[in-house]
T-cell receptor, first 117, second 114 residues
């Protein structure tokens, strides 16, 4: 069974601070995918990144960076120099590649980030 | 390009009534997913379709829920009869055959059953 744990329920930071959102996952598969989604106050879910289990390279996109470590089953997300517009709920998700029939996303409970001006 | 379109955005209904939620996936996408989001359970996959065929409906809570995809550009999720515990935000998402794992979500339908 697959599971995603986001231990941080809520985080508040002051604008321009860096913040890291933690994600720990469990899976029996050797091939899987990890994701981060953003849910701003407007409610829609916005796809941020996908990582496959064979690629442990960290990725940077502007102020966003992701640290994937298979040894600790973690896929953490860092926002550098946070801005008020980053305020949202962030979800980590996992999908096991179980063949052509399974593309389910298992989501963590989410971390609500509040960036205070 | 238009994203995933869902209607209505908000629905308030009385217990026992039938509710139909609608979704139009991104054009060209082969996969369509229905999710439910509640405070207690978070985001849960209800059912997904591939080329209009239901592949996995193990997440559908009970027989009161049904989903159809009559063609590649339209899907419905129906609850009959509705109950207060069905109150949630229902999301539809779609993805392409080449990037199945990257699901693009609609704005959601907030359902309130009184």
């Amino acid at each position: 069974a697959q599971k995603v744990t986001q231990a941080q329920t809520e985080i508040s930071v002051v604008e321009k601070e860096d913040v890291t959102l933690d994600c720990v996952y469990e899976t029996r598969d050797t091939t899987y995918y990890l994701f981060w989604y953003k849910q701003p106050p407007s409610g829609e879910l916005v796809f941020l990144i996908r990582r496959n289990s064979f690629d442990e390279q960290n990725e940077i996109s502007g102020r966003y960076s992701w640290n994937f470590q298979k040894s600790t089953s973690s896929f953490n997300f860092t926002i550098t120099a946070s801005q008020v517009v980053d305020s949202a709920v962030y979800f980590c998700a996992l999908s096991e590649a179980q063949g052509a029939g399974s593309y389910q996303l298992t989501f963590g409970k989410g971390t609500k980030l509040s960036v205070i001006p | 390009d238009a994203g995933v379109i869902q209607s209505p955005r908000h629905e308030v209904t009385e217990m026992g009534q039938e509710v139909t939620l609608r979704c139009k996936p991104i054009s060209g996408h082969d996969y369509l997913f229905w999710y439910r989001q509640t405070m207690m359970r978070g985001l849960e996959l209800l059912i997904y379709f591939n080329n209009n065929v239901p592949i996995d409906d193990s997440g559908m809570p009970e027989d009161r829920f049904s989903a159809k995809m009559p063609n590649a550009s339209f899907s419905t999720l129906k609850i009959q009869p509705s109950e207060p515990r069905d109150s949630a935000v229902y999301f539809c998402a779609s993805s392409s055959r080449d990037r199945v794992y990257e699901q693009y979500f609609g704005p959601g339908t907030r359902l309130t059953v009184t």
